[in-house]
């Protein structure tokens, strides 16, 4: 399976801005560099279509941030799954923890627009993750069984389909990355709450100096970026993070 090194580059890089970022990451990475690794990158709706050109004929997938759980209609200011796909986009982030807590985004509605994505062949990136305050409260498990139960109610078979994304609301952004060893406790958990084996990411405050550890793992089967994948330099050596891996793969022995 291809570790997945997914950037999400959120409300920045307009036009012009998103054409250089990708031609000097083109410049960057070398084809063999992605053999073993599934490269997405997610701009803002704006920028697909540039994208998509761009990428047309490399191995780099194109994500979109947010669609609406219907194909088409009123829904003045949503953007439908159907036109994202058509403009070449393969995944989609689902309940990213910024729709969810800025934009009160429900579980509810998190699974209609899974239930569209898996319905017009979509890869959904689903994020669920837990806020300090529901860690510090111990709610840490609580809190994701909800969002997975309630997010894919109806296609719980489903979930393979989809990539899970692990992201606790305090690492986002702040700098602050969970512990390999917290990362690894929750994707087991998910994991375990799964039917079927399924592919489960970590993000939240990822950066080129913490992606070598994160990936030595192999309950990590990729990363979803925000900050860093905006810098080319940085993104590129997050995307190469083996070529610096020096460490043998942490054992795990506790399971
Ligand atoms: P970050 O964002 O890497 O800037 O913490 C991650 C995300 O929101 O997906």
Redesign the pocket.
């Known amino acids: 399976m291809k570790a997945i090194i997914a950037g999400?580059w959120k409300m920045n890089k307009d036009n012009g801005q998103s054409r250089e970022l990708v031609l000097k990451l083109m410049s960057l990475v070398g084809i063999d560099e992605l053999k073993n690794r599934q490269v997405i990158l997610i701009p803002p709706f704006t920028s697909l279509s540039i994208l998509a050109e761009l990428v047309m004929n490399s191995p780099i997938k194109l994500g979109a941030q947010n669609m609406h759980w219907e194909r088409s209609g009123a829904f003045t200011g949503e953007v439908s799954g159907v036109f994202i796909k058509q403009l070449g986009c393969e995944y989609v982030i689902i309940g990213?923890?910024?729709r969810r807590h800025l934009m009160g985004e429900t579980n509810k509605e998190i699974n209609r627009k899974l239930k569209t994505a898996l319905d017009i062949g979509l890869i959904a990136i689903l994020c669920v993750g837990e806020t300090g305050a529901e860690r510090d409260a111990g709610q840490t498990e609580s809190v994701i069984e909800k969002q997975l139960t309630q997010g894919l109610e109806g296609f719980e078979n489903e979930a393979h389909k989809m990539i899970i994304a692990y992201?606790p609301v305090w690492?986002?952004?702040t700098g602050k990355t969970a512990t390999l060893e917290q990362a690894v406790e929750v994707h087991k958990f998910i994991r375990g709450l799964l039917k079927k084996p399924s592919t489960i990411i970590y993000?939240?405050?990822?950066k080129s100096d913490n992606i070598d550890q994160l990936m030595a793992h192999e309950e990590i089967q990729g990363v979803?970026?925000?900050?860093?994948s905006l810098d080319p330099e940085s993104f590129a050596r997050i995307i190469q993070y083996q070529k610096f891996l020096d460490k043998p793969k942490i054992s795990d022995s506790s399971d």
Not at 224 to 228: E, I, N, T, W, Y
Request: no cysteine; proline share 0%; hydrophobic share 35%.
């Open positions: 999400n990213h923890s910024e992201e690492a986002i952004g993000g939240g405050s990822v979803l970026v925000g900050g860093a």
